[in-house]
């Protein structure tokens, strides 16, 4: 597919600057809410940032990496671009709805692209009740934290705390403790990407928790509600033969 009307956007780094004026030197810049596609000149992180500026457009982007891992991302160069962007291969995903409630009573909602988080905010450890589809599944959970996770998600903060990677087309999410104590041995769970995840917090004044969806934090939740939103459809482009199915399959054979 070609695209006509190109959005360039970079991270404050001066080289991922540098080549964004490049860029628009070359190839002209469009607003992004006129644009076909967004161009996003940076890291992972920066990435998902763009991602979720755009999530309410039903918009593609693409990156280019000037970060450190850069798994999200397609090798920067700059003269053949529009040639990678005719042939590159889609990536569809879906966030995550968290529905936290806090400790003052109020309710708040958030999307995550990767991932949810419960986080122990001190050095006491979590407790936390899991119910799947409201039936409690495990009555307590005592660990430093837990992550749901997107299969997009599945090879960042799941996959460092031992979490399983999950094929981008699984249609599964992953359940993750952090540190488990107790039990001791469960080390989590895959299920239906249409599963309704409940976690309630257990003595929450003397053990708080916080809540995590990508990068916005939010501090001494009660409970916490995690589903698939299938509303929202987010489109990454990818350069052929590095697709993001191709990655999430070679991670599994890393040395």
């Known amino acids: 597919m070609a695209y006509d009307k190109m959005c360039f956007v970079a991270n404050g780094k001066d080289d991922?600057?540098?080549?964004?004026?490049?860029?628009?030197?070359?190839?002209?810049?469009?607003?992004?809410?006129?644009?076909?596609?967004?161009?996003?000149?940076?890291?992972?992180?920066?990435?998902?940032?763009?991602?979720?500026?755009?999530?309410?457009?039903?918009?593609?982007?693409?990156?280019?990496?000037f970060g450190s891992v850069g798994f999200l991302m397609n090798e920067y160069r700059e003269n053949d671009l529009r040639e990678r962007l005719e042939k590159a291969e889609e990536a569809?995903?879906?966030?995550?709805?968290?529905?936290?409630?806090?400790a003052n009573g109020d309710t708040v909602e958030a999307l995550a692209i990767?991932?949810?988080?419960?986080?122990?905010?001190?050095?006491?450890?979590?407790?936390?009740?899991?119910?799947?589809?409201?039936?409690?599944?495990m009555k307590e959970l005592i660990c430093d934290g837990l992550?749901?996770?997107?299969?997009?998600?599945?090879?960042?903060y799941n996959l460092s705390a031992y979490g399983p990677?999950?094929?981008?087309?699984?249609?599964?999410?992953a359940v993750t403790p952090i540190s488990a104590f107790?039990?001791?041995?469960?080390?989590?769970?895959?299920?239906?990407?249409?599963?309704?995840?409940?976690?309630?917090?257990?003595?929450?004044?003397h053990r708080p928790v916080s809540a995590v969806a990508d990068n916005q934090e939010y501090r001494d939740v009660l409970s916490v509600t995690v589903e698939e939103d299938r509303s929202h459809k987010i489109q990454m482009l990818f350069d052929a033969g590095h697709s993001l199915e191709e990655r999430i399959i070679a991670e599994q054979f890393y040395d």
Request: charged share 25%; glycine share 6%; net charge neutral.
């Open 114 to 137: 990767n991932e949810v988080s419960l986080l122990r905010e001190t050095r006491q450890t979590a407790k936390l009740q899991i119910s799947i589809d409201d039936k409690v599944r």
């Open 182 to 205: 107790r039990p001791r041995r469960w080390r989590g769970a895959l299920l239906p990407h249409r599963a309704k995840i409940k976690l309630d917090v257990l003595e929450s004044q």
């Open 92 to 102: 569809i995903i879906h966030p995550l709805h968290m529905l936290a409630t806090m």
């Open 16 to 65: 991922a600057q540098t080549a964004c004026e490049h860029l628009i030197k070359k190839h002209g810049q469009t607003p992004s809410e006129d644009a076909d596609i967004v161009i996003a000149i940076g890291g992972d992180g920066f990435m998902l940032q763009c991602l979720h500026d755009h999530m309410e457009r039903d918009i593609p982007i693409y990156g280019l990496n």
């Open 147 to 156: 992550i749901v996770s997107t299969p997009a998600g599945s090879t960042a």
């Open 165 to 173: 990677i999950i094929p981008i087309d699984a249609d599964l999410l």
